[in-house]
């Protein structure tokens, strides 16, 4: 009797609370005055950042990196009511993005810049170290081979067979069977910001990320 073919999916996931925020923030300002605007954006990202060097060590945090981008200067003519166009209106803008590794002090630390005028917070990426996310892959790997191997001894045993030799093994879509690739495991990165709406201050709450691997396995059963 010829052995039977099994081919299953294995999959796994582990979760870990968020280690890094990275923190992407605006400058803005406008008005009549171009200068006055230029002046305000320049003197308020000029705090910002003042701030983040004091913070900054790339070893030991609280801020492990930080950026800004180049200054945006431009104008525009707004339309009136009644059709025409009012008077020029000038614009600057700058991003700020700053990566914390102390999670406490990035909800403090946005929590006062959120408050200042011409600051506009626009989202904070959780994610982990490089070094949890390889040896959490890594543990999701073996334990998405043990799912593997447990679901195809179910089926065998399902049958009537009680004996399952492995065949092959891949990351999705490289059995040559067909299936559809899949993606490499990554965690599932979450971009927030919660107000916190009992308060004048606010709320961060890390988030808890997710390293899914999935892997394809055939085996004979006899």
Request: aromatic share 4%; charged share 20%.
């Amino acid at each position: 009797m010829a052995d039977t073919i099994i081919t299953v999916q294995g999959e796994y996931e582990l979760k870990h609370p968020a280690e890094r925020g990275a923190l992407r923030l605006r400058v803005t300002y406008e008005g009549r005055s171009r200068d006055e605007v230029l002046a305000l954006t320049t003197q308020r990202q000029l705090s910002l950042t003042g701030e983040l060097r004091d913070l900054h060590d790339p070893q030991r945090g609280p801020v492990v990196q930080w950026a800004s981008d180049q200054l945006r200067v431009w104008g525009d003519r707004p339309w009136n009511p009644d059709g025409s166009r009012g008077d020029v209106v000038h614009h600057a803008e700058v991003g700020i993005d700053a990566v914390f590794s102390d999670l406490a002090t990035l909800s403090d630390w946005v929590g006062v810049a959120s408050l200042l005028d011409g600051v506009a917070v626009d989202g904070v990426t959780w994610s982990l170290t490089e070094a949890r996310r390889q040896t959490l892959t890594q543990e999701a790997r073996r334990r998405a081979v043990e799912n593997a191997v447990a679901k195809a001894t179910v089926y065998a045993t399902s049958l009537g067979l009680s004996s399952v030799t492995p065949l092959a093994l891949s990351d999705p879509g490289m059995l040559g069977d067909g299936s559809a690739p899949g993606q490499p495991p990554q965690p599932l990165f979450a971009r927030a910001v919660s107000a916190d709406t009992g308060g004048a201050t606010l709320s961060l709450k890390p988030e808890q990320l997710t390293i899914a691997v999935q892997v394809h396995a055939r085996f004979t059963a006899s």
